[in-house]
């Protein structure tokens, strides 16, 4: 591999920034070295202490739903046109929290926990919205797989969904950029509206992992995503670093229009995922809409006290780990995170002995989905199921074991 620059020092740039503490430098340039020909399950890679997160990637399903108002708004408008803006409205207002909200946060991108299979995380929001309820399950360990529900019953409103990721890394650390040349994001979510039964397909954007030459990773998204109705709508996104049209990083169009008339778009969206967005009639190019994360704040999360905590539940089965973490203890993490994954593979050993699968506790692997199949064709997705370790549904039946105030009626 090439050095920056002439200097054998990876970790700095030609101006001398660098965000890796000095007794971090040497891991951070092996673990650069490692990841350079990298290729997969992006939970493998071993990354020195100070880039590590106290947080559990079955965590971040929460994501969707932290703006609680605009997730059920939808519900309440009666024009299917209007109502499918809404959808694309809610699902770009998230993008924020899903992928720049630990930068802000902790001040760079950080390698989360590895969900074990069966972690849970669940929690509810309360607030204008009414009661807003998650349950986020980890459902497949190799590979890692996440499956989520929310739903918020007063407006008949349910997200469901699963991802995994897939990832390679770009292998010239000689020149400035380093970074993931892809990491594609596989899974889907169905966003459904009980007063209309409607349904809408949303994909997940790919994006890829800048900034890491400095110790200070971030989360560009590339490409684009789709949300198809139900009722015969699509909208397209568009991803930039930086707008052609602003010059403004995190930029991204986004156009929504009637199934197969791209051409013909009945509203347009511009702005920055990271900051605000303009929703314009597309004929009159007048304003309808807009958001901004500065005045529309999120809404906390509840979670139950680790104490009353079921012992699959993220925070509290990491909760050892993640004190380690915080404390910079590399031993008591290692010894720590060695418990759970013998106790894991103990279970799996004894599993297998027995000729059974784990039960998760909310999800149900599917033969097919048929609502996926309906309206996947025309944006063109596919379910690849083999990279999933199967189709995940949640299971309303097995939700019965939700502990209250989560139990469904
Ligand atoms: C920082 C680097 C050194 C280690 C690699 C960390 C890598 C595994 C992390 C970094 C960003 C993570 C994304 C995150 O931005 C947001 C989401 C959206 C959420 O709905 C599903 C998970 C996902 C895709 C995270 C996956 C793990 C990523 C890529």
Known sequence: ????????????????????????????????????????????????????????????????????????????????????????????????????????????????????????????????????????EQVSHHPPVTGYCIWNRKYGIRLQGYNAQKASFSNTINVKVFSFRKCYQIGHAIFHIDAFSEDY????????????????????????????????????????????LSGKKNSFTASLYP???????????????????????????????????????????????????DEMESRRAWQKVAQAISKGDMDTTSYEKSIIENQQRDMRKKEKDEGREWE???????????VFDALSKTIGESINDTSTNGIWMFDPEKAKNLRPPFRQQ
């Not at 902790?106 to 929690?123: A, C, D, I, M, Y």
């Not at 990773?217 to 397209?236: C, D, F």
């Not at 998760?360 to 048929?370: D, G, L, M, Q, V």
């Open 1 to 136: 591999m090439a050095s920056n620059g002439g200097s054998c020092d990876t970790t700095t740039t030609k101006n001398g920034a660098s965000a890796v503490p000095p007794q971090s430098k040497g891991s951070w340039t092996s673990f650069l070295k490692s990841i350079a020909s990298f290729n997969g399950d992006l939970s493998s890679i071993t990354a020195p202490p100070f880039i590590l997160s106290t947080t559990s990637l079955v965590e971040y399903s929460s994501y969707w739903a932290e703006h609680p108002s605009v997730f059920v708004a939808p519900a309440s408008e009666q024009d299917p046109a209007k109502r499918a803006m809404l959808v694309l409205k809610w699902f770009l207002s998230t993008l924020k929290q899903q992928y720049s909200s630990r930068n802000e946060k902790l001040g760079s991108e950080k390698k989360p926990l590895n969900p074990f299979l069966g972690e849970l995380f669940l929690g509810r929001w309360e607030d204008d919205a009414g009661t807003t309820q998650l349950v986020s």
């Open 201 to 244: 397909l949303i994909t997940l954007p790919s994006l890829h992992i800048e900034g890491l030459i400095t110790g200070s990773p971030y989360v560009e998204l590339n490409k684009s995503s789709y949300i198809q109705s139900s009722s015969g709508y699509t909208a397209r996104i568009d991803y930039s670093g930086k707008g052609w």
């Open 259 to 309: 199934e197969g008339r791209e051409k013909e778009p009945i509203y347009t969206i511009s702005g920055q995922w990271t900051g605000s967005f303009t929703i314009c009639d597309a004929k009159s190019k007048k304003v309808v809409d807009n958001f901004d994360p500065n005045v529309t704040k999120t809404t906390q999360l509840i979670v139950a006290p680790v104490e009353q905590q």
């Open 360 to 370: 998760r506790r909310f999800f149900t692997r599917a033969e097919t989905h048929p």
